[in-house]
């Protein structure tokens, strides 16, 4: 989860384009990811329309994919008794599509034309048109934009249900389109260049630091505990690992998960039952102001995902809101926090069998000294400085 700066205005300029972001996630999904900061940080000078995900996942009909599909189906037809969970920034507006979320040949031609139907003002709109896109599937639309900007934060066709054959196909016809490819970790940088785009920035992740670093407390009024925030899922976390944790913490401290359960596909509900048993507790859903508030008094984040084709392409942007919180970091071995731990030394990585054994020395008291270095390792990895990167890249491109 992440926290949210207060917007600012507008700048007294014309936009600098008109840009279409297409999304992986829903507007008001319960975790603000890259795309919501982005789309948030490109509106302070662009006009920006988000178009809320087309579904590559394939939905179920389990409760959580059911009431999704139902409030898509409500927003699409302009129910405004819909509450809003997130802030629209100004300058921007939000799409809800109503596609089929199976992307091969036989319904190609009806969601192109339910697609196009959605993101006419877009269409109509002067230009430079920019497509922004965190998906591949865009079915066609990069051919009315004068700058298209492949966002690719994942490994999208690793991931349990995606539709690996429509993402490759995407990205295919992307590589020759697209201007900039950004990718959020090596891994993903590696796909991209396997795949051709030609030209591939490598800007991994970060946090809205300024939001945790306020919440923060001083060492004296910490706790021994141990926080995760984040999607509470079988595919990505390490449950065994957690368990381990939630043993280790036990009789020192508290083992707190904060976040929703199984976002993306799975239950996560006998996983939780266990953990609680163990001595965990879970906080829910948390809003940004509220989980800042939870990382300040804590000691240690941890990271215990499980290293599979999916995870090796993450950049946890969790890592910066718990180092911006003050806390220590404790990590598996994820080729991006890997990396960074070689230059931090507030990050530490350990194999799944080592890692709970590292908690104890991590536990320990340390002084504000030690707080405020980790607070200080985070401060150039906020959105104030990546917004300010992302519009500079979108003028430099466009102008042309």
Not at 187 to 206: K, M, S, W
Not at 221 to 226: G, I, L, N, S
Request: one cysteine or more; glycine letters at 6%; charged letters at 20%.
């Amino acid at each position: 989860m992440t926290g949210s700066a207060p917007e600012r205005p507008r700048v007294d300029e014309a936009p600098v384009a008109n840009v279409l972001m297409l999304g992986t996630a829903e507007w008001d999904s319960p975790i603000a990811t890259n795309q919501h900061y982005v789309a948030r940080e490109l509106a302070r000078t662009a006009n920006v329309t988000f178009v809320e995900s087309l579904g590559l996942r394939r939905p179920t009909l389990r409760r959580d994919d059911v009431v999704r599909m139902a409030s898509r189906v409500r927003r699409a037809l302009g129910d405004r008794d819909v509450p809003a969970q997130r802030p629209r920034p100004p300058g921007a507006r939000i799409v809800s599509p109503l596609v089929l979320p199976v992307h091969r040949t036989p319904t190609y031609p009806v969601n192109r034309a339910l697609l196009r139907r959605a993101t006419g003002g877009w269409l109509r709109s002067s230009r430079p048109r920019v497509l922004w896109t965190f998906t591949p599937v865009t079915y066609g639309l990069e051919e009315d934009a004068d700058l298209v900007i492949y966002h690719c934060v994942d490994l999208l066709a690793t991931f349990p249900g995606v539709d690996a054959v429509a993402v490759a196909r995407g990205e295919r016809s992307l590589s020759s389109r697209t201007a900039v490819a950004v990718a959020t970790s090596t891994a993903v940088q590696e796909h991209l260049a396997t795949v051709g785009f030609p030209r591939i920035d490598l800007l991994p992740n970060v946090a809205d630091v300024s939001v945790f670093t306020a919440a923060s407390q001083a060492a004296a009024q910490r706790r021994p505990d141990v926080l995760f925030s984040g999607n509470l899922t079988v595919h990505k976390l390490d449950l065994r690992l957690l368990e381990s944790i939630a043993a280790a913490v036990r009789g020192k401290g508290e083992l707190l998960l904060a976040g929703p359960l199984a976002a993306g596909g799975g239950s996560f509900d006998a996983e939780l039952r266990q953990l609680e048993a163990l001595g965990a507790r879970h906080l829910g859903v948390l809003t940004p102001d509220q989980l800042a508030e939870t990382a300040g008094t804590c000691a240690v984040g941890v990271i215990p995902y499980a290293i599979n084709d999916y995870t090796r392409g993450v950049s946890p942007l969790k890592c910066f809101e718990y180092l911006s919180s003050g806390l220590a970091v404790l990590s598996s071995p994820l080729p991006a926090v890997t990396e960074l731990a070689r230059t931090n030394p507030h990050v530490t990585v350990a194999e799944a069998d080592d890692l709970p054994v590292r908690l104890p020395a991590l536990l320990q008291p340390v002084t504000d000294a030690v707080v405020e270095a980790r607070m200080a390792s985070a401060a150039e990895h906020g959105w104030e400085g990546r917004g300010a990167l992302l519009r500079d890249l979108l003028l430099t491109e466009v102008a042309p």
